[in-house]
C-alpha cells in the first residue's frame, strides 16, 4: 500500500490488514458515480511543473486510469501524469442508477459510505490543493480547499478571463493585426487616396440614414496591399464587430459548406448595429480560373445575394471585396 493508501485506512507499515470482498450492488441501485469532485496537487514538491492543467485533459487521463474502480470521500490516491505524480482526495461524490434514463439531481455526499464505480460518463470537477502550487488554466477549477464559502473572485481573474476568452461577436484584432503587421507604404499618392476614401465610406453607413449598406471592391496585383489597406481603414472605423472572410479559411471545404460559412459571417454581424465584412481574394473564394472559364456558381450567386441583401433596421453593413482579377 502507498503512503496514501495508508493514511486513508488509518493503518501503519506494520500493523495487519484484514480484507474482504465488497460488493457494490449491495447498497442499491445508485452504484455508479454521476459526479466526482477530487482536489489535486502535487505529490512532491521536488517534482511539479508551472505548465497549468486543463481540467478536461486531466479527467479525461483520470477516468481512463482508473475507470470501474470503486472511490468515496476521504480515499486518497496517486496517478503518474506526463512523469509527474500527482496526488488526489476524494472530497464530494454523486451516485447514480444508470438503468434509469431520467433521473432528478443526485445529492451531493461526503462520507465515506457512499462509495460508486467510476465510468466512462462520470463527470470530474478538480479543486485545487491550497497548500500546492499546481495550476490551472482559466475557467477550469474552483479552489474550495477552505470551503466554498471562502471562494472570492477578484479584479484578476476577471483579466485573465478576458485575455483567455475569445468574444464570438466583436472585432478579430489579430486578424487585423497580422493583415498590417508591416504597416502601410505610402509609394503612391493613391495609397493616401484610397484610405481617405475608406474613411469616408465608413462616415457614409455610419451617419447617412439611407444607406445602410455599402460594398466597395479593392483590385490590384498580388502583394499590392489591398488586405492592409481593407484592414487599417477597418480597425480605424471603431465599429464593433468586424470580420476577414479569407479562402485560407475555407480549404477543404464543399460548396456547401462554404455557401453556409459565408451565411454566417453576414448573420453574426446582422447581431452588431455597426459592421465591417471583409472578403479577402475573392477569386479562390469563388474557385474562379481564366481557363474556360471556370468558377464555382452557387457559391458565386450566394455571394450576389449577401453582398446585396439589405441588413436589419438594427444593424449597418460595410463590405469590402479583394479582387485581384475580378
Request: charged residues 20%; glycine residues 6%.
Amino acid at each position: 500500500m502507498s503512503d496514501p493508501q495508508r493514511t486513508y485506512c488509518n493503518v501503519g507499515m506494520v500493523d495487519p490488514i484484514i480484507a474482504e470482498l465488497y460488493d457494490p450492488f449491495s447498497q442499491g441501485p445508485q452504484t455508479y458515480l454521476g459526479a466526482l469532485g477530487v482536489e489535486v496537487g502535487f505529490a512532491s514538491v521536488k517534482k511539479s511543473t508551472d505548465v497549468p492543467y486543463d481540467q478536461n485533459v486531466l479527467a479525461d487521463v483520470f477516468i481512463k486510469t482508473f475507470q470501474n474502480q470503486i472511490f468515496a470521500p476521504g480515499q486518497r490516491l496517486i496517478m503518474d501524469h506526463k512523469n509527474i505524480f500527482l496526488i488526489f482526495t476524494v472530497k464530494t461524490v454523486q451516485l447514480v442508477n444508470l438503468s434509469v434514463e431520467r433521473q432528478g439531481s443526485a445529492p451531493t455526499m461526503t462520507t465515506p459510505a457512499s462509495r460508486g464505480i467510476l465510468t466512462g460518463h462520470t463527470s470530474i470537477t478538480f479543486y485545487k490543493d491550497a497548500k500546492s502550487p499546481i495550476k490551472f488554466k482559466v475557467g477550469t477549477v474552483v479552489d474550495v480547499s477552505d470551503g466554498i464559502e471562502n471562494l472570492k473572485v477578484n479584479r484578476g481573474d476577471f483579466i485573465n478571463t478576458l485575455e483567455e476568452a475569445k468574444p464570438a461577436f466583436s472585432v478579430s484584432e489579430e486578424e487585423l493585426e497580422t493583415a498590417i503587421r508591416a504597416g502601410i507604404l505610402h509609394f503612391s499618392p493613391y495609397i493616401g487616396n484610397i484610405l481617405k476614401d475608406g474613411g469616408l465610406f465608413v462616415d457614409l453607413v455610419k451617419n447617412s440614414a439611407t444607406t445602410p449598406l455599402f460594398s466597395v471592391l479593392l483590385h490590384g496585383p498580388p502583394g499590392s496591399g489591398k488586405t492592409a489597406l481593407a484592414a487599417r481603414i477597418a480597425k480605424d472605423s471603431g465599429f464593433p464587430f468586424i470580420k476577414i472572410v479569407s479562402a485560407e479559411k475555407m480549404v477543404g471545404f464543399s460548396e456547401m459548406a462554404k455557401i453556409e460559412h459565408l451565411n454566417k459571417a453576414f448573420t453574426d454581424a446582422y447581431e452588431s448595429p455597426q459592421n465591417i465584412i471583409v472578403i479577402d481574394n475573392i477569386e479562390r473564394i469563388i474557385e474562379w480560373v481564366p481557363i474556360g472559364p471556370r468558377f464555382s456558381n452557387p457559391v458565386l450567386q450566394a455571394l450576389m445575394v449577401l453582398l446585396t441583401r439589405q441588413p436589419p433596421n438594427v444593424s449597418l453593413l460595410l463590405s469590402y471585396k479583394l479582387s485581384m482579377s475580378l
